[in-house]
């Protein structure tokens, strides 16, 4: 006995393809807002967030007397199609070459 068992390529309700999205890590300092990282599991960006921010509690001496800004790290489901073409991730404290990326 043959059954034909229809896969649908759309979780329940749905109209995007599961696999579209990812979690992302998104870095805001003032009204600068940048994804910092992204991941395929909202758990492993908790982990991230977790661990910018410990590094940015490290070295929040350290940005205030450089005169940086202070990042503040958060987390937002995201669409793969809306990652910047040219998107690469952030350092942990959110700035290269002495300015916020």
Known sequence: MTDIIPFS??????????????????????RTSRIAEIYPSRD?????????EQQVRAYA?????????IPR???????????PRSWTPLPALGF????FV
Do not use: C, N, T
Request: proline fraction near 5%; aromatic fraction near 10%.
């Open 44 to 52: 492993a960006a908790l982990a991230d967030r977790d661990w910018r």
């Open 73 to 83: 790290y958060s987390i937002a489901p995201i669409r793969r199609a809306d990652l």
């Open 9 to 30: 390529r759309f979780s329940s309700g749905d109209e995007r393809p599961r696999e579209d999205r990812i979690w992302a890590v998104m870095a805001e300092a003032g």
């Open 61 to 69: 001496h350290f940005l205030r007397s450089a005169r940086q800004p």
């Open 96 to 99: 290269l070459r002495g300015r």
